[in-house]
Nanobody, 120 residues
Framework: QLQLVESGGGLVQPGGSLRLSCAAS????????IGWFRQAPGKEREGVSC????????NYADSVKGRFTISRDNAKNTVYLQMNSLKPEDTAVYYC?????????????WGQGTQVTVSS
């Protein structure tokens, strides 16, 4: 129920790009806002970006604004996080999470995470 699976993480050099995917398993994402969070070793989990169920509203943490872009393709039951101009401080495990309709509602489900490492 409400299973989410992240993919697309890996090792990338500073300044490089990655695209993360968040795919739903067993349910449709069309009624859910999807957020991306990240957690670096020894640090608290932080919100990165979120997109409303309609796709009409997005938000970004100040630290990634202008570099990351969130989008969704409901036909593919997938939400993406395009990450450009990556910095070492972006290194973290990235998680996607679903909330009903809008990003301000409580998270109903978390994915297992995908590791992003930005290093030369």
């Amino acid at each position: 129920q409400l299973q989410l699976v992240e993919s697309g993480g890996g090792l990338v050099q500073p300044g490089g790009s990655l695209r993360l995917s968040c795919a739903a398993s067993g349910f449709t994402l069309q009624h859910y806002a999807i957020g991306w969070f990240r957690q670096a070793p020894g640090k608290e989990r932080e919100g990165v970006s979120c997109i409303s169920s309609s796709g009409g509203s997005t938000n970004y943490a100040d630290s990634v604004k202008g570099r990351f872009t969130i989008s969704r393709d409901n036909a593919k039951n997938t939400v993406y996080l395009q990450m450009n101009s990556l910095k070492p401080e972006d290194t973290a495990v990235y998680y996607c999470a679903a909330s009903y309709g809008v990003c301000s509602r409580p998270v109903a489900s978390w994915g297992q995470g995908t590791q992003v490492t930005v290093s030369s």
